[in-house]
Protein backbone atom coordinates (compact mmCIF):
# COMPACT_ATOMS: atom_id res chain seq x y z
CA UNK A 1 0.00 0.00 0.00
CA UNK A 2 1.49 3.40 -0.67
CA UNK A 3 1.08 6.42 1.91
CA UNK A 4 -1.55 8.33 0.16
CA UNK A 5 -3.93 5.82 0.27
CA UNK A 6 -3.03 5.16 4.06
CA UNK A 7 -3.78 8.90 4.44
CA UNK A 8 -7.04 8.45 2.93
CA UNK A 9 -7.61 5.29 5.01
CA UNK A 10 -7.03 6.65 8.42
CA UNK A 11 -8.53 10.29 7.55
CA UNK A 12 -11.37 8.81 6.51
CA UNK A 13 -12.98 8.75 9.91
CA UNK A 14 -13.19 12.68 9.75
CA UNK A 15 -14.89 12.73 6.38
CA UNK A 16 -12.08 14.56 5.01
CA UNK A 17 -9.77 13.51 2.52
CA UNK A 18 -5.81 15.18 2.51
CA UNK A 19 -3.95 15.68 -0.32
CA UNK A 20 -0.14 15.35 -1.12
CA UNK A 21 0.35 19.28 -1.32
CA UNK A 22 -1.10 19.67 2.39
CA UNK A 23 -4.57 21.17 1.74
CA UNK A 24 -8.27 19.56 3.15
CA UNK A 25 -10.74 18.66 0.74
CA UNK A 26 -14.41 18.59 2.30
CA UNK A 27 -17.08 17.67 0.16
CA UNK A 28 -19.69 19.51 2.20
CA UNK A 29 -17.28 22.76 1.56
CA UNK A 30 -17.70 22.15 -1.99
CA UNK A 31 -21.41 21.79 -1.76
CA UNK A 32 -21.72 25.08 0.02
CA UNK A 33 -19.37 26.62 -2.18
CA UNK A 34 -21.69 25.24 -5.21
CA UNK A 35 -24.81 26.96 -4.10
CA UNK A 36 -22.76 30.11 -3.35
CA UNK A 37 -21.75 30.07 -6.68
CA UNK A 38 -25.07 29.12 -8.28
CA UNK A 39 -26.60 32.18 -6.16
CA UNK A 40 -24.33 34.93 -7.94
CA UNK A 41 -24.94 33.29 -10.96
CA UNK A 42 -29.16 34.62 -10.24
CA UNK A 43 -27.88 37.71 -8.77
CA UNK A 44 -25.26 38.69 -11.86
CA UNK A 45 -28.64 37.44 -14.49
CA UNK A 46 -31.13 40.27 -11.99
CA UNK A 47 -28.25 42.54 -12.43
CA UNK A 48 -27.74 42.07 -15.66
CA UNK A 49 -31.83 42.49 -17.25
CA UNK A 50 -31.92 45.99 -14.62
CA UNK A 51 -28.67 47.18 -16.35
CA UNK A 52 -30.04 46.51 -19.62
CA UNK A 53 -33.60 47.77 -18.94
CA UNK A 54 -31.82 50.88 -17.58
CA UNK A 55 -29.25 51.60 -20.18
CA UNK A 56 -32.46 50.96 -23.15
CA UNK A 57 -34.88 53.39 -21.44
CA UNK A 58 -32.54 55.85 -20.88
CA UNK A 59 -30.82 55.56 -24.65
CA UNK A 60 -35.02 55.45 -25.78
CA UNK A 61 -35.11 59.29 -23.80
CA UNK A 62 -31.66 60.36 -24.39
CA UNK A 63 -33.60 62.92 -27.10
CA UNK A 64 -30.20 62.74 -28.86
CA UNK A 65 -29.05 60.81 -31.52
CA UNK A 66 -25.35 60.35 -30.57
CA UNK A 67 -26.07 59.94 -27.05
CA UNK A 68 -28.42 56.84 -27.47
CA UNK A 69 -26.20 55.26 -30.13
CA UNK A 70 -23.35 55.17 -27.16
CA UNK A 71 -25.96 54.27 -24.40
CA UNK A 72 -27.50 51.30 -26.85
CA UNK A 73 -23.65 50.43 -27.62
CA UNK A 74 -22.93 49.91 -23.73
CA UNK A 75 -25.62 48.25 -23.32
CA UNK A 76 -24.52 45.65 -25.96
CA UNK A 77 -21.20 45.46 -24.30
CA UNK A 78 -23.13 45.26 -20.97
CA UNK A 79 -24.74 42.31 -22.29
CA UNK A 80 -22.20 40.24 -23.76
CA UNK A 81 -20.06 41.17 -19.87
CA UNK A 82 -22.78 40.10 -18.15
CA UNK A 83 -23.80 37.18 -20.31
CA UNK A 84 -19.88 35.48 -19.82
CA UNK A 85 -19.88 36.52 -15.84
CA UNK A 86 -23.31 34.32 -15.63
CA UNK A 87 -21.83 31.33 -17.33
CA UNK A 88 -18.57 31.65 -15.37
CA UNK A 89 -20.69 31.52 -12.37
CA UNK A 90 -22.33 28.90 -13.92
CA UNK A 91 -19.22 26.45 -14.79
CA UNK A 92 -17.59 27.19 -11.39
CA UNK A 93 -21.18 25.89 -9.85
CA UNK A 94 -21.71 22.86 -12.20
CA UNK A 95 -17.64 22.32 -11.23
CA UNK A 96 -18.01 22.53 -7.71
CA UNK A 97 -20.78 20.26 -7.42
CA UNK A 98 -18.86 17.22 -9.46
CA UNK A 99 -15.84 17.66 -7.45
CA UNK A 100 -17.86 17.44 -4.76
CA UNK A 101 -19.40 14.14 -5.61
CA UNK A 102 -16.02 12.50 -6.91
CA UNK A 103 -14.54 13.51 -3.55
CA UNK A 104 -17.63 12.29 -1.64
CA UNK A 105 -17.26 8.71 -4.32
CA UNK A 106 -13.67 8.54 -3.39
CA UNK A 107 -14.03 8.86 0.28
CA UNK A 108 -16.96 6.15 0.15
CA UNK A 109 -14.85 3.97 -1.89
CA UNK A 110 -12.10 4.19 0.69
CA UNK A 111 -14.93 3.35 3.47
CA UNK A 112 -15.87 0.20 1.67
CA UNK A 113 -12.00 -0.55 0.96
CA UNK A 114 -11.15 -0.82 4.77
CA UNK A 115 -14.77 -2.16 5.91
CA UNK A 116 -13.51 -5.16 3.54
CA UNK A 117 -9.89 -5.22 4.71
CA UNK A 118 -11.24 -5.47 8.30
CA UNK A 119 -13.56 -7.91 7.59
CA UNK A 120 -12.11 -10.66 5.05
CA UNK A 121 -8.29 -9.32 5.07
CA UNK A 122 -5.48 -8.60 7.21
CA UNK A 123 -7.25 -7.74 10.16
CA UNK A 124 -9.69 -10.45 10.00
CA UNK A 125 -6.85 -13.45 9.77
CA UNK A 126 -5.01 -11.56 12.87
CA UNK A 127 -7.81 -11.79 14.79
CA UNK A 128 -9.62 -14.76 13.25
Known amino acids: MDVQYLSLTFLHSEQVGRMSQGFTVKASGLDTGSQDMAGLQERCQLIAEYAMATLTAMAG ?3 HAGLASAL ?6 SRRWYTGAWAAYGHASQSLSASSKT ?3 ADQ ?4 QVSSVGRDGLFGKLHG
Do not use: E, F, Q, R
Open 61 to 63: SAG
Open 72 to 77: NGASGK
Open 103 to 105: YSG
Open 109 to 112: GVAN
